[in-house]
């Protein structure tokens, strides 16, 4: 069982990255997915879920607009669109949970995103 997350590096102020976090051992069905951050010297924060269930999307304020998260449900993964800011650095990790938990069970090694021109 494991998640695999991937599609982080270096971009300038308004690029672009797509992350991808491709779940093995398991099928994402039952599941919400969510995407979270850590920048250094800061806690762990959510940025973007997605029920995979029923399609359902759910954003941090200060990404709304800007990150999009979706699913492929052929290849059981999930990625995360991003355009953006300088504040986005961070190491970004996804993780499953239950749809009927409130506990993410399952994390990806993170995958680090630096904005800077």
């Known amino acids: 069982v494991q998640l695999q997350a991937c599609g982080g590096g270096l971009v300038q102020p308004g690029g672009s990255l797509r992350l991808s976090c491709a779940a093995s051992?398991?099928?994402?069905?039952?599941?919400?997915i969510g995407w979270f951050r850590q920048a250094p010297g800061k806690e762990r924060e959510f940025v973007a879920g997605?029920?995979?269930?029923?399609?359902?999307t759910s954003y941090r304020d200060s990404v709304k607009g800007r990150f999009t998260v979706s699913k492929d449900n052929a290849k059981n993964t999930v990625y995360l669109q991003m355009n953006l800011k300088p504040e986005d650095t961070a190491v970004y990790y996804c993780?499953?949970?239950?749809?009927?938990?409130?506990?993410?069970?399952?994390w990806g090694q993170g995958t680090q995103v630096t904005v800077s021109s």
């Open positions: 993780a499953a949970r239950g749809l009927g938990s409130s506990e993410y069970d399952y």
């Open positions: 051992g398991f099928r994402l069905d039952y599941h919400a």
């Open positions: 997605i029920n995979w269930r029923t399609g359902t």
